[in-house]
């Protein structure tokens, strides 16, 4: 399985920006993608979650009303992270990742803020606010 972002750019604050993250190489659909974001000497912090098929997303109680996260309904193999008035702080690399296992739907929303519950990354695309 491969996760792929894209979307990351340079852009000032309260500008916005659309993540993608196309997963590729598998032969079922994981039960679960998430973005999560990532600065130099801090850990990995959970951004948003979806459940491919029947949606329920959720998004950092922190980030809501900014960011939103979506997926490609018409092949399930696509999520995007909707970002709106961006801040500075918002400044990282955001990552994809994917539960093919099925441990993000017995933990709920809260594996969204849970990095172990995915077994597969994308490398990251940067985003950076000034």
């Known amino acids: 399985v491969q996760l792929v972002e894209s979307g990351g750019d340079s852009v000032q604050a309260g500008g916005s920006l659309r993540l993608s993250c196309e997963a590729s190489?598998?032969?079922?659909?994981?039960?679960?993608m998430a973005w999560f974001r990532q600065t130099p000497g801090k850990e990995r912090e959970g951004v948003a979650l979806?459940?491919?098929?029947?949606?329920?997303?959720?998004v950092a109680d922190s980030l809501k009303g900014r960011f939103t996260i979506s997926y490609d309904t018409n092949n399930m193999n696509t999520i995007y992270l909707h970002m709106t008035d961006l801040r500075p702080e918002d400044t990282a690399m955001y990552y994809c990742?994917?539960?093919?296992?099925?441990?993000?739907?017995?933990?709920?929303?809260?594996?969204?803020?849970?990095?172990?519950?995915?077994?597969?990354w994308g490398q990251g695309t940067q985003v950076t606010v000034s």
């Open positions: 190489g598998y032969t079922t659909s994981s039960y679960s």
């Open positions: 990742a994917a539960d093919f296992e099925g441990g993000t739907v017995q933990a709920g929303h809260l594996s969204g803020t849970i990095p172990s519950l995915f077994s597969y």
């Open positions: 979806i459940y491919l098929g029947r949606g329920d997303p959720w």
